[in-house]
């Protein structure tokens, strides 16, 4: 769980937000220099969950790391 003005690792997936928000919006600026904030959608809005209180299982199939900010690929295969 990431909190509020909580810096984090760039490497994350974000499956929920408070109260149910489609869209987060991310500082980048020790990772690009910019100082405006860029838009994260969640991925969970899609599969209309609303909460996330048990444990998921399955696994991340996705690009490698790379300098690109702006492009992402990656599926979530969830098990059951």
């Known amino acids: 769980m990431v909190q ?7 490497d994350i997936l974000l ?3 408070f109260q149910n928000k489609d ?7 020790n990772l690009d220099g910019e100082t ?3 838009e994260k959608y969640v ?3 899609d599969y209309n969950i609303q909460r996330i209180d048990k444990e998921l ?9 790379n300098p690109s900010l702006d492009e ?3 599926n979530i295969h969830f098990n059951g």
């Open 43 to 45: 991925f969970a809005k």
């Open 4 to 10: 509020k003005d909580t810096e984090f690792p760039a």
């Open 15 to 17: 499956l929920h937000a």
């Open 72 to 74: 992402w690929d990656g």
């Open 57 to 65: 299982e399955g696994h991340v199939v996705c690009d490698l790391p």
């Open 23 to 29: 869209i987060v919006y991310v500082d980048t600026m």
């Open 36 to 38: 405006n904030l860029k």
